[in-house]
């Protein structure tokens, strides 16, 4: 335990705290068992130290990741009671999923060491509410969502912008434009953003990002998916093919029939396909309406889950009007109900119409439709009902 502790100081001391994430400060901490979902490459693993360097007592915190080779040898309870008999207090535990039965000794350290305070993250597809030893009366979740706009703006101009609520931007965009416009220019940043700024890790090295995307996606699939649901180098493979399908002509209205045959899998198999890609951080699936939606409901629309995915998948095929809406989709999911619309391209919350496009896009298909809004991009400020698409990254 004394080189792991040694470990730890260490990615401590090289833990910056000057930019920081928007779950940072939303994290309840008095709960004893935390789960912090984020799909690979979200940036869990420095959430998790920036808590510990900023929130936590650091002489009595311990932060391992699970694939360690110290648990090649030694079980994670075992760790844990060690750690509790000499006082430890707070236990950050990362990539659970890469440690076997991982959930029965996480409820049993719960049980057994009522002073020890556990987080843990997991892989986005990871089923926590589903897990053998039941979890979910136990661990409050939270969902790590990929860099939003806002987030990336402070990533690359270190401004803090203000994080904006959905309604707050409906009724006030104008304003709100007006007074981010004299600090930073916002349509360079967005088109960038929506290329290569999802991901924390493209600060690394932008000119390679894209290739290291593509690597976090093959990652996805044969380790972490692999992980959770232990499937065959074939079905893999399938799933691979099943991404690039959807990438290729994002948004995709799946014919489930034509696509089964084109992948090679049984009907079934291929909507359980598309929800573990959904659940893996890779796709997001679009239905007109979220009732009655069970576990081989296709749904109306599949897109890939953040723009940047399109440019690491779809390369030459990237159509920017799937681009655009894509991003929209991406930064409410999680936050608000989004919907397939019937006049438009989505409905919010059951109750306001989007029609997403360029800034030559009109009214037109809105004309009669009640709370009906354009995102347009390739504009700094709107009015009335017209709002630039890149406010809406703002709202976390």
Partial sequence: MENLLLEFQSKIARTPLNIQRYLLYQIDLNNRLIAIKGARGAGKTTLLLQL?????????????????????????????????????????????????????????????????????TSSSMLEIYKSESDLSRRAVAYNLKELSFREFILFETKKTVQAHSFLDILENHNAIATKLL????????????????????????????????????????????????????????????????????????????KLSEKIGVSRNMLVKSIKILERAGLVNELYKDTSGIGVLTKPEKLYLNNSNLMYALAKENTNIGNVRETF??????????????EVA????????????????????????????????????????????????????
Avoid: C
């Fill in 328 to 341: 929209f989709l991406n930064q409410f999911k999680g936050l608000h109900e989004i919907n397939r619309s």
């Fill in 182 to 257: 004299d600090e930073i220019k916002p349509l360079p940043l967005f088109e960038k953003y929506l290329k290569i700024g999802v991901y924390p890790y493209y600060k690394e090295n932008e000119n390679v990002y894209i290739q290291k995307l593509q690597n976090t996606i093959n990652l996805i699939i044969e380790i972490d998916i692999n992980a959770v649901e232990d499937l065959n180098y074939d079905t893999l493979i399938k799933l691979k093919k099943l991404l690039i399908s959807i990438a290729s002509s994002a948004p995709f209205t799946p014919n489930i029939t």
């Fill in 52 to 120: 510990a360097k900023s929130h936590l007592p650091l002489e009595s915190t311990l932060y391992v990741s699970l694939d360690h080779i110290y648990f090649f040898e030694n079980k994670l309870y075992d760790l844990a009671k060690q750690f509790a008999q000499f006082g430890g207090t707070h236990l950050l535990l990362d990539e659970v999923h890469k440690y076997i039965n991982w959930s029965r000794e996480i409820k049993l350290i719960y049980d057994n060491f009522p002073e020890l305070n556990i987080i843990f």
């Fill in 345 to 396: 391209d989505f409905v919010i919350d059951r109750t306001y119409t989007f029609e997403i496009g360029g800034k030559n896009k009109t009214k037109k298909q809105i004309a009669n439709v009640k709370n009906a809004y354009i995102a347009k991009d390739g504009i700094e400020i709107g009015f009335g009902n017209i709002i630039p698409v890149w406010l809406f990254g703002l709202m976390y």
